[in-house]
């Protein structure tokens, strides 16, 4: 039997028993997906920090509301769709966090020195990625760490997102167009 | 040209997560799990103590109330020496009007308040 039907039969089995309330099962699924989990909220945040907290945040809500999943074997699909929603709400407080922040960035920057101005271009490339996955809507910054990053099929991208194959393409498109734009001095 | 953008970022995601700690997010996790958990039943018992109380306050207020107002006791304020009478409609010369007005005006009978301690026994709460 390969790795994957392994890891899928655990994970059936994990997912029964947590929901009769095995905490020990519900702690080896965190187990088995926190990596992709991480990965993919991070993919839609751009940084650690926020990341780690919508992975525990989806966890915990997915540890509340198991027993009603009655498919075992998609707990995966389940899980990530938590992960993305809880990641979309954050990216959507950032965002318009980060739309404040260059609002009143624009206003000072008409004060500030050309000293200045070229300390602030001199940026890694974690902090370039960050500041242009908050100029993505939340469909977009969902899309590209789906299918651009975490590259599932665009058939589960769409299972995930709750939308048509058609409609995905389309927002990794757009993520793409933007993302080439707003990063385009990491890519030559 | 198209996975360009997606190469920077995955990079970028790898280079990020390299010095994760799983172990300590899968403990997070658990740790916040067994505090919501054991949040649970206390939070039940705290609205049942809760809506105790407001429903003793409620009853505490209404008597407070009752209390003030009309009195609920035996030494509570003498009611007031009040009869009333229905008086059939028949004897009523409005009723010969055939204006619309008047007849709404007139209603089905009429109520009439009297102090005369002859008509006590027949007060409307009687019939």
Redesign the interface.
């Known amino acids: 039997m390969s790795d994957t039907c392994q890891e899928q039969d655990e994970t059936v089995r994990l997912v029964r028993a947590s929901q009769g309330g095995d905490?020990v099962a519900?702690?080896r699924l965190?187990?088995l997906h926190?990596?992709q989990a991480?990965?993919v909220a991070?993919?839609v945040l751009g940084?650690?920090h926020d990341a780690?907290e919508v992975?525990?945040e989806a966890?915990?809500k997915g540890?509340?509301r198991i027993k009603s999943l009655a498919a075992a074997e998609s707990f995966r699909f389940w899980i990530l769709r938590i992960v993305v929603n809880e990641a979309v709400s954050r990216h959507r407080a950032l965002r318009r966090r980060a739309a404040m922040m260059r609002a009143f960035a624009a206003v000072d920057s008409r004060r500030r020195s050309p000293e200045l101005d070229e300390k602030g271009n001199a940026e890694d490339?974690?902090a370039a990625?960050e500041r242009a996955l908050l100029r993505l809507t939340a469909s977009q910054a969902k899309a590209?760490a789906l299918f651009?990053?975490e590259?599932l099929p665009h058939a589960e991208v769409a299972r995930i997102m709750g939308c048509s194959a058609t409609v995905t393409r389309w927002h990794v498109h757009r993520a793409?167009q933007k993302?080439?734009l707003l990063?385009r001095e990491?890519?030559e | 040209m198209?996975r360009?953008?997606?190469g920077?970022?995955?990079r970028?995601?790898e280079?990020?997560?390299a010095g994760?700690d799983?172990d300590r997010?899968?403990r997070?996790?658990?740790q916040?799990?067994?505090a919501?958990q054991d949040r649970k039943p206390r939070r039940g018992i705290g609205i049942r103590i809760a809506s105790g109380v407001a429903a003793g306050l409620v009853l505490a207020a209404g008597y407070l109330g009752m209390s003030l107002l009309g009195g609920t006791g035996r030494d509570a304020m003498e009611p007031i020496e009040t009869t009333t009478v229905r008086e059939s409609v028949e004897d009523d010369p409005l009723l010969a009007s055939t204006d619309p007005a008047t007849i709404l005006m007139a209603g089905s009978m009429r109520l009439l308040v009297s102090n005369d301690p002859m008509l006590a026994p027949h007060s409307l709460w009687d019939q």
């Open positions: 905490r519900f702690d965190v187990q926190q990596d991480m990965r991070f993919g940084n650690v780690a992975v525990q966890f915990l540890y509340l490339l974690q990625v590209i651009g990053i590259d793409r993302l080439r990063l990491y890519l | 198209d360009d953008v997606d920077l970022l995955r970028n995601a280079r990020q997560l994760f799983w997010q899968r997070t996790v658990m916040h799990l067994a919501t």
